[in-house]
């Protein structure tokens, strides 16, 4: 059952947005500073408890995906093939290299000291950001991948990579030879996103045809038994189910719940556990195209961005919110047992 409470407001609105599309939105894992990429060639960093914009950074061409390094630089993946890290203070820029098509995604692992990238080109690479700048110096290696790669996850030392055709390879960071795991989507459709549970026993992954699937590392045969999909983002016309994209998911790093947007612009909480949808925001302007907590749990952003599901159409501006978080919106609720017989 869904909490009855008030319908919350959006959230606070951060000044200055992307004039288009936008791609992916990350807190620090250092404080409230919030980066930002775009299909307008920019990242942009903002304060987001100051409600300001602190960079604006320009790239040669859309910005596909952004991560943070610690408060004083970040790393971006571009359409322009090329991987970046972006020091703040001054907008100087490092190519740590690049991909032969456009890099879709990229990670920061503390653990390995690495950037990882996935591309269009069919690879994953990682780089060591303290070489000199140069492709030679910095790639540490670079992995084939069957198909097109969509999205990545970390969680300590183990990397998901959910690609085109609906697979997903699991790898551990300290042997990159071959994956630990290659394995197949549960869901019937394209993948848009995959995230690991923050306790590292498993990863969720959402589809174009509104569903999630939870998953779990441990192929013993009781560990395989939890694992289930759900329906979410679809409504009812006229008798007929209207699906939704699920474009975005993001972990409570306190609790382990998480949040789900899609492309009926609204954000649903969800307790994994217990199988429950926990809370359901008030409907934001249009598409969610990407979302994250901050470090605490007490700041959800969330990109309000048309992702063009629908094709190219009028749609709302684009625009970040940054919303607060109440505990009662992201607490799991305990189990409660019938009472037993006399």
Known sequence: MTSVLPPPVPGRELPNPPTDGISNLRFSNHSDNLLVSSWDKTMRLYDASANILRG????AGSVLDCCFHDDSSGFSASADNKVRRIMFEHGNEDVLGRHDDPVRCIEYSYAAGQVITGSWDKTLKCWDPRGASGQEHTLVGTYPQPQRVYSLSLVGNRLVVATAGRHVNV???????KPEQRRESSLKYQ????????????Y??????????????????TSQAKKYAFKC????VAGQDIVYPVNAIAFHPVYGTFATGGCDGFVNMWDGNN???????SKYPTSIAALSFSRDGRLLAVASSYTFEEGDMPH????????????IEVKPKPKVYPNPPA
């Open 56 to 59: 604006e950074f320009m790239h």
């Open 316 to 327: 709302e501006p684009d625009a970040i919110f940054v919303r607060s978080i109440n505990e």
């Open 204 to 221: 969720a992954l959402s589809s174009v045809e509104g569903r999630v699937a939870m998953e779990f590392f441990d192929l013993s045969e």
């Open 275 to 281: 199988k429950k949808r926990l809370y359901q925001y």
């Open 233 to 236: 983002h679809r409504k009812s």
């Open 171 to 177: 790898y551990d960071l300290r042997n990159m030879s």
């Open 191 to 202: 993948t848009r996103c995959v995230r690991c549970y923050p306790n590292g026993t498993g």
